[in-house]
């Protein structure tokens, strides 16, 4: 089973993008999911991750600029990012949060220019 993130694009440094991710019932109903993401060159980072009682944490590179959300009802769960800097294109994933190696999908890539 791989989770698939879409929404991701070329911006402009300031700019926003809304980053959502489906999953299946099964798995998005019972786990916490994250966005991770990978910049060239570096290791995959885990950027937020939401409970499944909506309870929600940041890394500080995006804290305040980002906010993570999930719809249960379409078993979905969305990272809206904001005043988006250069250091932020990478290769963005959604996983549950702790990820399991099974679940990384192709990722979105989120390019970000200055």
């Known amino acids: 089973v791989q989770l698939q993130a879409s929404g991701g694009g070329l911006v402009q440094a300031g700019g926003s993008l809304r980053l959502s991710c489906a999953a299946s019932?099964?798995?998005?109903?019972?786990?916490?999911m994250g966005w991770y993401r990978q910049a060239p060159e570096k290791p995959r980072e885990l950027v937020a991750f939401?409970?499944?009682?909506?309870?929600?944490f940041y890394q500080n590179p995006v804290k305040g600029r980002a906010t993570i959300s999930r719809d249960n009802a379409k078993n979905t769960v969305f990272l809206q990012m904001n005043s988006l800097k250069p250091e932020d294109t990478a290769v963005y994933y959604c996983?549950?949060?702790?990820?399991?190696?099974?679940?990384w999908g192709q990722g979105t890539q989120v390019t970000v220019s200055s």
């Open positions: 996983n549950v949060f702790p990820a399991k190696n099974d679940y």
């Open positions: 019932a099964s798995i998005f109903s019972i786990n916490n």
């Open positions: 939401i409970t499944t009682s909506h309870a929600t």
